[in-house]
């Protein structure tokens, strides 16, 4: 048996077979056959085993427990499962995640129950069950233990909100306190609930750059990541080839999401770029406003730098705009001005703070 190939069925069954014959009673047996789902590939509760024995479910614990305490104990462990077991948990440092070592052995899903019971029942490994942190842990039990792992869990969840955006795992690692080996930590990472990766960047799994669910969220990590305004159906076009979730979407969704929130400015005709690159939401006429508020005054030249800065559109819809507009004034020597008495972003207000 070597890893990257199929498990053999029957050296699974033969090596539980081996484990249970160390059990006095069939009761003993069953217990642990239907607690880990070896049978049937159904785990049951401890009340439903209880209720079918006509035993209490802290005597089914009891049971178990004691099982399989006797198993570590006086079972042989000493075969090719152990030693593949071993070598593929050491590769990564002495932790792996139960579904990376599931994909290394190449098993099929049917399988997964008796790995996981053969795992439980050898003393050189702990094995540590799906939560609402993580998803299950396998690691060494001469290298690491429980509260150890959960330290290290935590540690990471904390220097990744302390980094507050998505970095490189490298660094995330540095953060932590005390010898720790990189594999290892990648393994308690990838199989955190907490925290996420897209693109070899790391973080925690509430932020949309790392882990985008909504539509929204797809749009916001596509301008992210694009650096730069995009129309909506580029935008929607992109959100089809994510890496992460890759789901089609209509350019209408797409639009209407835009629209709805207050991250994405409109700046051009269907353009769209993210408020926290210094772009505002507003009409061209708003924008110039908020340029001459106070007693400021520029050239025409001078306007239109600062609002192409702002907004996408024509040299001439910001030209017919000062011309036009009646707020704005322009003195004998070329300057633009706000209108005496008239209160910048005036007629913003007037609209509701809507862009038109």
Known sequence: MT????????????????????????????????RYGVATGRTQTLEEIGKDLGITRERVRQIEKAAITKIRQQANHDNDLNNILVALTDKTGGIIGFA?????????????PHLSFLIKLNP??????????????????ELYDENGVKNLHEQLVTVANDFGKPVRFDKLVKKIAGTKNSEAMQEIAKASNDLSSLD????????????????RDKIYLVLKRGG????????????TSLPANPKKVTTQAVHNELIKDGRFILIGRGIYALGEW????????????????????F??????????????????????????????????????????????????????????
């Open 299 to 356: 050239t025409k030249e001078d306007i239109i730098t600062q609002v192409l800065a702002r907004r996408q559109v024509k040299t001439t819809t910001i030209t017919l705009n000062l011309q036009e507009k009646p707020q704005f004034v322009r003195s004998s020597k070329g300057l633009y001005s706000l209108k005496p008495g008239y209160e910048a972003g005036a007629s913003k207000r007037r609209r509701g703070g809507r862009s038109k």
């Open 100 to 112: 990376s070592l599931i994909n290394e052995l190449d098993a099929s899903g049917k399988f997964k």
């Open 228 to 239: 730069r305004p995009m129309h909506f159906t580029e935008i929607s076009t992109h959100i």
């Open 124 to 141: 050189k490994f702990t094995f540590m069950d799906k939560n609402e942190n993580h998803a299950e842990l396998v690691f060494l039990s």
């Open 278 to 297: 210094g772009y505002q939401a507003g009409t061209v006429a708003d924008i110039i406003e908020e340029i001459l508020a106070g007693s400021a005054s």
């Open 3 to 34: 890893a990257k190939q199929s498990i053999d069925k029957k050296q699974l069954d033969a090596l539980i077979d081996e484990s249970l014959g160390l059990l006095k009673k069939d009761r003993d047996r069953e217990i642990l056959l239907r």
């Open 200 to 215: 070899n960047i790391w973080g925690l799994s509430i932020w949309p750059e790392v882990n985008p669910k909504s539509i």
